[in-house]
């Protein structure tokens, strides 16, 4: 077992039974009383970020996370299947498992899924994506410097929107966080 002076930035514990990855750590000192270590954590089965204060040489669980490579092959209603680029196994995951980052996954593309004890818990993949789009109205002609937006439907099927002067088979570079369109990507 480690102790709370083994507590860096990045690495992952087990708290309250859930997996949390260390934001921050903070030893203090305060004048007359015990030493302690402010710790603020991810949570990374929901997200939330808490604080805690743990005791200095309190004991802790650290927890070693796999990642590994795939590859995104397809889709169906439920799942999305990738494969392993080093050993070409196949897996799937839910719909719900891999989220809204879904709707920017096109075949052939890597992402990083993350292992604790053989069962995956996050799907990463890059923060920007470049996608084809597929359909687009036209822009009119004079109506560009206005900074107005059109929805677009990309190669994936997502919408998102993206300024007039962009066309259908433009390739735009798009934030899979936030979902919107970067820049136009030059051929």
Do not use: C, W
């Not at 997200?47 to 200095?56: A, D, Q, V």
């Not at 997502?158 to 966080?177: H, M, Q, Y």
């Amino acid at each position: 077992m480690a102790t709370t002076s083994d507590l860096k930035t990045g690495i992952i514990i087990k708290f309250n039974g859930d997996l949390h990855s260390i934001m921050t750590v903070e030893h203090r000192t305060p004048g007359n009383l015990r030493a302690f270590y402010q710790v603020k954590m991810r949570n990374l089965k929901n997200g939330k970020t808490i604080e805690n204060r743990f005791r200095s040489g309190e004991e802790i669980e650290i927890e070693r996370l796999e990642l590994k490579e795939y590859q995104f092959l397809y889709k169906d209603d439920t799942n999305y299947y990738f494969m392993d680029n080093d050993t070409y196994e196949q897996t799937h995951l839910s719909v719900t498992f891999v989220g809204e980052q879904g709707d920017f996954m096109k075949p052939g593309q890597n992402v990083q899924i993350t292992f604790h004890d053989s069962k995956p818990i996050a799907v990463d993949m890059p923060p920007h994506v470049e996608l084809l789009i597929t359909s687009a109205p036209p822009g009119i002609k004079g109506n560009t410097a206005t900074g107005a937006t059109k929805q677009a439907i990309l190669e994936t099927g997502a919408v998102v929107n993206v300024p007039l002067f962009v066309n259908e088979g433009d390739i735009i570079k798009v934030d899979i966080r936030s979902h919107e369109y970067i820049e136009r990507v030059k051929s």
